[in-house]
């Protein structure tokens, strides 16, 4: 069967707009858009180093005389390397130390660290005190013979005796003391021990009495420490009186042992 003439034109049509359509030049794909930006971290900034600070540097007391001492007392802050000068040398952050400054002396103490540096001083002012004391003023030599005659005691006896009572014990022990000073003070002074009696008695028989009594007052000096070659005696009797009343005060100051320079060795 013959298609009809409308259907030919049809298939004419169809081929045609085949042709047509593909000798046309295909339109170039657009690149997929790149993706958004997305917000990044910031790398963080390394912090600053603290600063170095000084809290604090005293000196307690700030005036001493010589010879005592004062302390220093520090308060550091973010240092890393702390000293004092005055050959203290290296000191930690917080402490104290005791000096003893011979003269008026200044400490520096110096800190340092990342955060830089600081420094801060204290003075101590040493004073030399008070002057000392002015010598004592030279007293006046007092020879041997002086100091007998002026504290030497008698030693008083009973009548017709030798014993050593109590009385003549205490006078007998101040003359030991006396003795020792000025034989210490003079290595060649020497001591008589005289013997003497009242008026009562022949005078033989008061000087054989005298010679004991001064030979008890000797032996009981020796028995005290006193060096016996240092002492002589000797006796008067009855010729030797202080005093010529017949009384009994008069004769009991008579009955003595008495004591009196002897010759230089």
Same mark, same amino acid.
């Given at each position: 069967?013959?298609?009809?003439?409308?259907?030919?034109?049809?298939? %004419?049509?169809?081929?045609?707009? %085949?042709?047509?359509?593909?000798?046309?030049?295909?339109?170039?794909?657009?690149?997929?858009?790149?993706?958004?930006?997305?917000?990044?971290?910031?790398?963080?900034?390394?912090?600053?180093?603290?600063?170095?600070?000084?809290?604090?540097?005293?000196?307690?007391?700030?005036?001493?005389?010589?010879?005592?001492?004062?302390?220093?007392?520090?308060?550091?802050?973010?240092?890393?390397?702390?000293?004092?000068?005055?050959?203290?040398?290296? %000191?930690?952050?917080?402490?104290?130390?005791?000096?003893?400054?011979?003269?008026?002396?200044?400490?520096?103490?110096?800190?340092?660290?990342?955060?830089?540096?600081?420094?801060?001083?204290?003075?101590?002012?040493?004073?030399?005190?008070?002057?000392?004391?002015?010598?004592?003023?030279?007293?006046?030599?007092?020879?041997?013979? +002086?100091?007998?005659?002026?504290?030497?005691?008698?030693?008083?006896?009973?009548?017709?005796?030798?014993?050593?009572?109590?009385?003549?014990?205490?006078?007998?022990? #101040?003359?030991?003391?006396?003795?020792?000073?000025?034989?210490?003070?003079?290595?060649?002074?020497?001591?008589?021990?005289?013997? #003497?009696?009242?008026?009562?008695?022949?005078?033989?028989?008061?000087?054989?009495?005298?010679?004991?009594?001064?030979?008890?007052?000797?032996?009981?000096?020796?028995?005290?420490? %006193?060096?016996? +070659?240092?002492?002589?005696?000797?006796?008067?009797?009855?010729?030797?009186?202080?005093?010529?009343?017949?009384?009994?005060?008069?004769?009991?100051?008579?009955?003595?042992? #008495?004591?009196?320079?002897?010759?230089?060795?």
């Amino acid at each position: 069967m013959r298609p009809s003439s409308r259907t030919l034109c049809a298939a %004419v049509f169809a081929v045609l707009l %085949v042709s047509v359509t593909s000798c046309k030049k295909k339109a170039p794909v657009a690149p997929p858009a790149p993706p958004a930006p997305t917000a990044t971290t910031p790398t963080p900034t390394p912090a600053a180093p603290l600063a170095v600070r000084i809290n604090s540097f005293t000196a307690e007391p700030r005036s001493i005389e010589r010879g005592q001492s004062a302390t220093l007392r520090w308060s550091v802050a973010n240092a890393m390397d702390i000293s004092i000068d005055e050959n203290i040398g290296a %000191v930690t952050a917080n402490g104290s130390r005791q000096v003893f400054p011979s003269a008026t002396s200044t400490y520096t103490l110096t800190a340092r660290g990342g955060g830089g540096s600081d420094s801060r001083s204290v003075t101590v002012e040493v004073s030399s005190g008070p002057p000392p004391p002015p010598p004592p003023a030279p007293t006046a030599s007092v020879s041997g013979v +002086d100091m007998l005659t002026r504290e030497a005691q008698d030693a008083y006896f009973d009548y017709d005796k030798s014993d050593i009572r109590s009385d003549a014990r205490t006078a007998l022990m #101040h003359d030991a003391d006396l003795l020792k000073r000025v034989f210490a003070a003079d290595p060649n002074f020497t001591v008589v021990i005289e013997g #003497h009696c009242e008026e009562r008695g022949s005078a033989e028989y008061n000087l054989g009495l005298g010679d004991r009594r001064a030979q008890a007052a000797k032996e009981f000096l020796i028995s005290l420490g %006193v060096p016996a +070659d240092r002492m002589t005696t000797i006796s008067y009797g009855k010729d030797r009186p202080v005093c010529t009343e017949a009384s009994e005060e008069c004769y009991q100051r008579n009955r003595r042992a #008495h004591l009196t320079p002897g010759s230089t060795r």
